[in-house]
């Protein structure tokens, strides 16, 4: 009689996938779908398949700007659908390595000598992509540069980087990323810094850079005032895949990182995620896994769970380039669905002290995915018990009892396994998660491919500064005469947004830019400027 461990045995041998191309194995056997389940869903698995070629010979994937969608083409310009779009990849790439070897030669340097730090400033896809992989392939003992990331518009967390740099202003590069120009929060960043390096004496252009698109306010900014350099950023690469464009290979490549193997990476995935048969194609098996495990609907979390320190942003990385693409209110017919899955996770086996209890026991709402690792580290093995077993031989324990412990409690699972964390493998792993999107995308008939939401949140944020320009002109008008909440509303004609205004309040109060006068009540505090001898209001 077939015992159930060697029935899930014959299942493993049957679900799982090997590509030796890319070094790569995907482990479907921890799910529990139904043996004819790809062929059940062949005829919606070959429409992605042609969607996804479409997308590639440069159809219009993109409506709402009216864009091409090319982030492939990166990998191998002779895909791009015009000559010129092909050029400008080559070119992008050697503009790319000749200002990096010029970097690092001295011969392009800050006024204080050699750069040796490297400030990112950018936010979303110009800073989740290189964090992710200079966490995984850097290392402080060999890096040609360190590098820091102004990834938000906090001050105080610009101020803890500026801090960590202390002195060495002056042997900074700074690296502007904004495809548009005009991202508020990469903007507020660029001026931060600025500030910082005139605030040392020194002059910020000549310590920048900028990646934008050609004719943006950025890049006019960075012509006009004679900046080192100015990368091209195009239209159709989105920021969420902009990683194998200037936007991840820039930084990569001044840390001393191999970018031809990251890009060599990503292509080899490309070619076998471009493959149309479900039995050799990973990204269509993983879509289809997740069309699985979420019922088409997001009706479970996807929890990533590497084993191995370098891959532990990864599942940041993840969460925009899943959630932004996959996160839409209408389909591609005008259905109102709701789609979406959520993506969380940290690394093993850290998680085992961590949130892998509930994940066993408690509320059955997620599909895990374990990315394993095989090669322990690049130097001497070393044994922690009986001169025979390693650090990594628990590591490889945990995740296999992990593993085990979920299914066993009915949570579904997919396992990756790579070889090792290289140039190469991150390559792969960048481009077969991108692919894998683009053909959940199709399964569930969704755009990947815009952002409507995002740009809702950008204009609502835009009002909320519009509304504090207004608080400030209406205490002007009333030679600050303290005024609470309510009176500010209706002086204002903004009744219908007071409690941004009280937001607002308080947030200026907190930060000493304006008095607050408390109340009787907890909202009937007047708020006016600070007390100043000088004549003039404060509102800078």
């Known amino acids: 009689m077939e015992t159930d461990a060697l029935k899930l045995w014959e ?28 062929e059940v869903n062949q005829e919606e698995i070959d429409r992605a398949f042609s969607a996804m070629g479409d997308l590639e010979k440069g159809a219009i994937a993109n409506p709402d700007e009216n864009r091409m969608v090319g982030h492939y083409w990166l990998r191998n310009s002779a895909l791009a659908p015009t ?82 740099i202390g002195n060495s202003l002056e042997k900074t590069l700074s690296i502007v990323i904004s495809k548009s120009g005009g991202t508020k ?73 191999d970018i031809d193997q990251l890009l060599a990476g990503a292509a080899a995935c490309d070619e076998v995620t471009r493959q149309t048969d479900i039995n050799t194609n990973p990204a269509a098996r993983l879509a289809l896994a997740w069309m699985h495990s979420c019922n088409g609907k997001g009706e479970k979390d996807m929890v ?32 109102e669905v709701n789609q979406g899955i ?26 895990a995915t374990f990315i394993q690792v095989h090669e322990e580290r690049t130097g001497e093995l070393f044994h922690v018990e009986h001169e025979s077993v390693t650090s990594g031989d628990y590591l490889s324990g945990f995740f296999q009892g992990t593993r085990r412990a979920l299914y066993e409690g009915g949570r579904e699972s997919i396992t990756i396994t790579v070889k090792d964390v290289s140039p190469f493998t991150v390559g792969v792993l960048i481009a077969l998660y991108e692919r894998a999107v683009g053909f959940y995308a199709s399964l569930v008939n969704i755009n990947a491919y815009h952002q409507p939401g995002v740009e809702a949140g950008k204009k609502a944020a835009q009002r909320v500064i519009e509304l504090q320009m207004d608080l400030f002109e209406c205490l002007m008008r009333r030679d600050g005469h303290p005024l609470c909440v309510d009176d500010l509303a209706m002086e ?27 109340g009787e009540g907890r909202f009937d505090a007047q708020y006016t400027f600070p007390h100043s001898d000088s004549d003039e209001f404060p509102i800078s």
Request: charged fraction near 25%.
């Open 304 to 335: 990533i769970l590497p084993y191995k320190d370098r891959l532990e942003l990864f599942s940041r990385y993840l969460q925009q380039l899943i959630m932004e693409s996959i996160g839409k209110k209408e389909d591609l017919d005008g259905n």
């Open 342 to 367: 959520a993506v969380y996770g940290n690394k093993g086996s850290t998680d085992q002290h961590a949130y892998i209890q509930q994940l066993r026991d408690g509320v059955p709402n997620f599909f």
């Open 185 to 257: 929060e990469t903007r507020n960043g660029m001026l931060e810094a600025k500030a910082a390096y005139e605030r040392a004496g020194l002059n910020f252009a000549e310590h920048a850079c900028a990646i934008t698109g050609v004719g943006s306010a950025l890049d006019q900014i960075a012509e006009k005032d004679g900046w080192l350099k100015r990368f091209p950023m195009w239209d159709w690469v989105g920021g969420r895949t902009s990683e194998t464009s200037a936007v991840g290979l820039l930084p990569a490549a001044l840390q001393g990182l």
């Open 83 to 164: 000559e010129e779009i092909k050029e400008q990849i080559d070119s992008g790439v050697q503009l790319v390595k000749e200002f990096t070897s010029a970097v690092h030669a001295g011969e392009i340097a800050g006024a204080g000598g050699n750069f040796e730090n490297l400030i990112i400033i950018g936010i979303g896809g110009s800073a989740l992509g290189p964090q992710f992989v200079s966490h995984a392939l850097g290392d402080p003992t060999s890096n040609r540069m360190k590098i820091w990331f102004f990834d938000n518009t906090d001050p105080n967390g610009i101020d803890k980087d500026l801090s960590e």
């Open 492 to 518: 204002m004609q903004a009744v219908e947004e007071i409690e941004t205004i009280y937001q607002i309040c308080e947030h200026l109060s907190a930060n000493g830019r304006l008095e607050k006068i408390e």
């Open 11 to 38: 299942r493993y041998k049957e679900r799982t996938t090997f590509h030796e191309e890319i070094g790569l194995r995907l482990d479907l056997s921890r799910l529990d779908f139904a043996d004819d389940f790809f």
